[in-house]
């Protein structure tokens, strides 16, 4: 039994040209050939759940994400097993997640169910999108919701539709990241939007990532709204500290912070590496004087799409407008990162036992 009504497309992708685009996959540039919708009205609820060929909406010009922003979406993997088959990685977590950025945002929580069912019917019909494990390829998933009320005038929408794309990926940061301390900007503040993964914050993210690249950096580090002090997190992951000490250290979620899903599975994992889990404040200071004094020995990020970063160094306003510089112990990729690393991507293809339960079969 599926919940979403199957039309399938009557234009596929070529199995020639599918190949060719799985064989190599860039990340986010093509999409699969289906996509799966439902709609939320007020007085009708959730209805219309169907899977149909991938095509543009038709929305009019004053549907209300366009001006207001009720926007938010999810990302999590579908991984080719070792018997040919797919898993999705902890997709209750997503649609738990999804739920709650629905409710902050005032739109229609999708059910939790039936978020799962829209994705694993979309991933099990375009199952021949998935590429395989090499080069840590996956089929990245892009579920959303907008608000797709005709409304000028600002008030939560009576209208929301829900969607579900898929896109076969490769790494999103093949390379090592150093991050940008910047002076300028937040991205969250206390009773903000920052537990939220909706559009707004990324946007707001992006003139930040600028400045990060003027500083010769791949991400910014946020610091808190308040005092611009304490660490958040990355763009697009959330960050770990390992210690001298054996500690897993990472910032504790006080609303501001995105609930990662890696976040979570790693600080799981931790004690397999022979660390203690820590979720606590961290002070910018800290982290620098930590990387200075050998307190701190490694630093990754960690998000669905940058599976773990390794972070080599950082960077912050100095003197004079001079940048103060840190590297991470020798700049290169610490040992624990790789081995943490190595595997959340040995449960995630199947390779290492899932003892947590995390992987759902397609
Ligand atoms: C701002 C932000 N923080 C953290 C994460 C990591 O979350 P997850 O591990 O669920 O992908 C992401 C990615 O989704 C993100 O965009």
């Known amino acids: 039994m599926t919940t979403f009504a199957l039309t399938r497309t009557d234009?596929?992708?070529?199995?020639?040209?599918?190949?060719?685009?799985?064989?190599?996959?860039?990340?986010?540039?093509?999409?699969?050939?289906?996509?799966?919708?439902?709609?939320?009205?007020?007085?009708?609820?959730?209805?219309?759940?169907?899977?149909?060929?991938?095509?543009?909406?038709?929305?009019?010009?004053?549907?209300?994400?366009?001006?207001?922003?009720?926007?938010?979406?999810?990302?999590?993997?579908?991984?080719?097993?070792p018997d040919g088959g797919v898993a999705l990685f902890r997709p209750d977590k997503n649609a738990a997640r999804f739920a709650s950025s629905a409710r902050r945002l005032a739109m229609a929580p999708v059910d939790e169910a039936d978020?799962?069912?829209?994705?694993?019917?979309?991933?099990?019909?375009?199952?021949?999108?998935?590429?395989?494990?090499?080069?840590?390829?996956s089929l990245y998933v892009r579920p959303f919701e907008i608000a797709s009320e005709t409304l000028i005038g600002v008030r939560a929408a009576k209208e929301y539709t829900f969607c579900v794309i898929a896109t076969p990926v490769g790494p999103y940061y093949p390379d090592p990241v150093t991050l940008w301390a910047t002076p300028n900007y937040t991205r969250?503040?206390?009773?903000?939007?920052?537990?939220?993964?909706?559009?707004?914050?990324?946007?707001?993210?992006?003139?930040?990532?600028?400045?990060?690249?003027?500083?010769?950096?791949?991400?910014?580090?946020?610091?808190?709204?308040?005092?611009?002090?304490?660490?958040?997190?990355?763009?697009?992951?959330?960050?770990?500290?390992?210690?001298?000490?054996?500690?897993?250290?990472?910032?504790?979620?006080?609303?501001t912070i995105l609930d990662g899903v890696t976040r979570d599975s790693l600080l799981t994992l931790a004690p397999e590496h022979g660390l203690r889990p820590v979720e606590r404040r961290i002070a910018i200071d800290e982290v620098f004087d930590g990387v200075g004094s050998g307190a701190i020995t490694e630093v990754l990020a960690c998000g669905t799409a940058a599976v773990v970063t390794p972070i080599v160094g950082f960077?912050?306003?100095?003197?004079?407008?001079?940048?103060?510089?840190?590297?991470?112990?020798?700049?290169?990729?610490?040992?624990?990162?790789?081995?943490?690393?190595?595997?959340?991507?040995?449960?995630?293809?199947?390779?290492?036992?899932?003892?947590?339960?995390?992987?759902?079969?397609?």
Not at 199 to 217: I, M, P, V, W
Not at 325 to 349: K, M, N
Request: contains cysteine; glycine residues 12%.
């Open 11 to 81: 234009h596929p992708t070529s199995a020639d040209e599918r190949a060719a685009i799985v064989a190599k996959p860039v990340f986010g540039a093509n999409f699969t050939d289906h996509m799966a919708l439902a709609t939320w009205a007020v007085g009708q609820g959730w209805h219309s759940r169907e899977i149909v060929a991938r095509r543009p909406f038709e929305l009019h010009p004053g549907a209300a994400t366009f001006h207001y922003g009720q926007e938010i979406f999810e990302g999590l993997k579908a991984f080719r097993q």
């Open 115 to 137: 978020f799962v069912a829209a994705v694993t019917e979309l991933v099990d019909l375009d199952r021949d999108w998935v590429p395989s494990p090499e080069g840590e390829q």
């Open 188 to 255: 969250a503040a206390e009773g903000g939007t920052g537990a939220a993964k909706c559009g707004g914050n990324y946007a707001a993210s992006l003139a930040a990532a600028d400045e990060a690249a003027e500083h010769g950096c791949g991400q910014v580090i946020w610091l808190d709204g308040a005092e611009h002090r304490w660490v958040e997190e990355c763009g697009t992951m959330n960050i770990m500290f390992v210690t001298a000490a054996g500690e897993l250290v990472t910032p504790a979620l006080t609303g």
């Open 315 to 362: 960077a912050a306003p100095g003197v004079n407008g001079s940048d103060r510089r840190f590297t991470v112990g020798d700049g290169t990729p610490g040992t624990i990162s790789q081995a943490i690393r190595a595997h959340l991507l040995d449960i995630q293809y199947g390779r290492a036992e899932d003892r947590h339960g995390w992987l759902r079969r397609v």
